[in-house]
């Protein structure tokens, strides 16, 4: 997109609002792999990058493809791949990785239904959990949980500007419902996006500690060729880079990774309420599902029930305070996902007493529907 | 070299053009596998394959062989890809046989584990085979495959290769060929379509791991692909074939000139066909009829742009490397010429 780019209105599925985002954000690198119903994203990045002196390469497979962006980003790329559950298994060691070693970058993940090669075509919320949790051991991530193809587009750029300030891996995660949606988007004009940079080195001393920070707890990174010397390692490592088993080092460098994102939450943290004020009742549902519940939540006020939404736009970390400061009060929660129930372990640790919670699950390869929201919602106002 | 001998096809009177032969002109020990009673119909009709899919016509014949070179004891592990999606959904299962989807990239692992657990319980009358397209076999599935030949684990893979991913909706892979349209690698800019210089020669690559037998193979001479199977049954150990599938969603060509695509693939040199033993080549299939590489490119839209003027170096890079192959292989001779 050339600089003086105006802001136009475009009907594009949501695959490709994805693509845009990233070159609105700057994205000039993407490594990926063909998967089902991710592969737009790639198409399109395979048309746009080039248009904008970026790099666009197909790598041999998931594995590779993960490994390519960490390098390019590295070498002071801004960087994506995009894929479906899959593929976003085979991914896991090399997000662990980036949250480890600190290393921007931005993996779609277009769920459709597991597990293992499951429903490649139809969609699912199934991988709640392992985005937060797919790859081993204590780390930090933030995961992204649009709901509709202009969200796609605006979080797509937020989730770089997210990932690039805190070098923390951020996940979009939506699904093959809204991949393949088409809606009308407003593409930015350039000067329009806010766009966030990471920090760069700026001074090549020899006691140079690549990984110590500041109160933000967020290392400068260096940028290779300006004279940097630095060592990058999976392994756990101290303020100079190099691998330590000191446990006090450890503890040091573990607490940071994890208190960065605590301590900038509020940047991270995002959701939307609707109607939550007078309810007594609240639903929680994000991504494809949010849709049907803003319909239900209609309807229920029209026979008299009086509910609301709560959506996670940040689905992880979960946007706690907000959420707390919502269901207060509530009678009830019903929670709609499209998997077996895994946020609803997230909403049972968060309920007030006396809150009852129930959970409205769809695992057959469709989506959620208004009318299945309503009636458990009059289910729950009935129970309760 | 050795000439493959063509024990297969003796008959050679009164042939125009297709060079094709039809089973009641051969003798009855000379007939294919699907002209004879031992045919099993291990991949079924129903299956929802395109019209005029190379694949399912290779993996018919390639099968049946196998199965009758195995009195009907064969397992097959199949990797992701368009074989396994046009023929298992209900109702257009068409596998007639034990048959294990993996996944994208193991096939070749989960056929050596079949093979490992029937030796140590004694069961190696019953064979196994991998099969996958090129994407599963020469980019996700590589490393497994390397490990099935270095071990020499006893497992025939066969790839079958339609140079793109077809199933996720015809993305480049390491297969592909130089200048090849595909989405992603559109035909844009100075160097339009895939780029050159890239890409494995799976059988070379297989070749290098001194396995006991690897061979190319094609559509277009069914009695050759399945001499080349039996022929890899005949042996212990890993094994690999690869057969050229044309596809014509991918490749842009018009369904009813598969067969043909494949014969031009091979006789314009493109596709050389060979065999090889123990890592040396002992068979190759001269050109009976050396066509231009322009006459197979022509027919297929992801080559449109190769004809167009400021393309001219695109064609010739591609007719450069048919020359290398019928140079490397030795593909026409004097012998091989039109009798």
Redesign the interface.
């Known amino acids: 997109m050339p600089d003086s780019a105006p802001t136009k209105t475009v009907n594009l599925p949501g695959n490709h609002a994805c693509a845009l985002g990233a070159i609105a954000a700057g994205c000039r690198f993407y490594a990926g792999y063909p998967i089902t119903p991710s592969s737009e994203v790639a198409e399109r990045m395979s048309v746009e990058l080039p248009r904008v002196d970026g790099v666009f390469i197909q790598m041999e497979d998931e594995v590779a493809s993960m490994g390519a962006i960490l390098g390019a980003s590295m070498g002071g790329m801004k960087v994506m791949t995009a894929t479906s559950g899959p593929g976003f298994s085979l991914k896991q060691e090399n997000i662990g990785y980036a949250a480890g070693a600190e290393i921007p970058c931005v993996i779609v993940n277009v769920m459709r239904g597991g597990p293992s090669t499951g429903l490649p075509t139809r969609p699912a919320q199934a991988d709640v959990m392992q985005a937060r949790w797919g790859t081993h051991g204590d780390h930090p991530i933030v995961v992204i949980t649009p709901d509709s193809v202009p969200e796609i587009y605006a979080q797509t750029i937020r989730a770089f500007n997210l990932s690039e300030q805190l070098r923390v891996p951020v996940v979009m995660l939506y699904d093959e419902a809204l991949g393949h949606l088409i809606e009308q988007v407003s593409l930015s004009g350039s000067g329009d996006i806010e766009i966030a940079n990471r920090k760069w080195a700026a001074d090549p001393k020899p006691e140079f500690q690549p990984y110590a920070s500041g109160d933000d707890l967020i290392p400068e990174m260096v940028r290779p060729g300006d004279g940097f010397r630095t060592h990058t390692t999976g392994l756990t490592h101290a303020e100079n880079g190099f691998p330590t088993q000191d446990p006090e080092l450890v503890d040091q460098y573990m607490r940071r990774i994890l208190d960065k994102l605590e301590i900038h939450n509020a940047l991270i943290e995002s959701f939307e309420a609707i109607d939550t004020e007078d309810a007594d009742y609240l639903v929680v549902a994000f991504g494809i599902t949010a849709r049907a519940a803003r319909r239900a939540i209609k309807q229920a006020r029209e026979q008299g029930v009086r509910v609301g939404m709560f959506r996670p736009i940040t689905l992880w970390p979960f946007p706690v305070a907000a959420f707390e400061s919502i269901v207060g009060g509530k009678h009830g929660v019903l929670i709609a996902e499209m998997n077996a129930g895994q946020l609803i372990t997230e909403i049972e640790r968060y309920r007030p007493a006396g809150c009852r919670v129930d959970g409205l699950n769809r695992i057959d390869g469709e989506t959620i529907t208004p009318r299945q929201i309503l009636n458990s919602l009059r289910e729950l106002a009935d129970n309760e | 070299m050795a000439q493959i001998p063509e024990s297969q096809q003796k008959v050679k009177f009164y042939q125009t053009g297709t060079f094709t032969v039809g089973n009641r002109l051969l003798d009855a020990e000379h007939r294919n596998v699907q002209a004879t009673m031992d045919r099993c119909n291990s991949l079924d009709s129903g299956h929802r394959a395109c019209q005029g899919c190379g694949e399912a016509l290779g993996a018919r014949f390639a099968i049946d062989a196998a199965m009758r070179a195995s009195n009907n004891q064969l397992i097959a592990a199949n990797a ?1 890809g368009c074989l396994e999606v046009f023929t298992t959904p209900y109702p257009q299962t068409a596998w007639s046989m034990p048959w294990i ?1 993996s ?3 193991n096939a070749s692992a989960v056929a050596s584990g079949i093979a490992a657990a029937l030796k140590a319980k004694g069961r190696e009358d019953v064979r196994v085979i991998a099969q996958g397209g090129d ?1 599963g076999t ?3 599935g ?1 490393g497994c495959l390397s490990g099935t030949f270095d071990r020499n684990d006893d497992v025939l893979y066969i790839c079958y290769n339609n140079q793109a ?1 077809m ?3 015809v ?2 892979s ?1 297969a592909t060929p130089g200048a090849a349209r595909t ?4 035909p ?2 100075k160097n339009p379509g895939n780029v050159f210089g890239t890409g494995k020669n799976v059988p070379l690559v297989a070749m290098a791991h001194q396995i006991p037998y690897v061979a190319t193979a094609s559509v277009h001479d069914l009695h050759d692909l399945e001499y080349k199977v039996t022929r890899a049954m005949e042996v212990r150990g890993a094994r690999y074939i690869e057969i050229f599938v044309p596809c014509p969603l991918g490749w842009g060509s018009k369904p009813g000139d598969t067969v043909k695509l494949a014969r031009l693939a091979v006789e314009s040199g493109m596709y050389p066909l060979f065999e090889a033993e123990d890592g040396e080549i002992t068979g190759v299939t001269k050109i009976r009829r050396h066509v231009a590489v322009s006459e197979y490119l022509k027919l297929q839209r992801r080559f449109a742009h190769v004809f167009k003027p400021d393309n001219a170096h695109q064609l010739e890079q591609l007719e450069a490397i048919a020359e290398r192959n019928i140079r490397r292989f030795d593909l026409v001779s004097a012998e091989g010429e039109e009798e």
């Not at chain 2, 989405?183 to 559109?186: D, R």
């Open positions: 992701t989807h996944l994208f990239g994407g020469t980019d996700i590589f991913y199933n996720t909706g993305q480049r390491s989405a992603t690698t559109m844009v800019g």
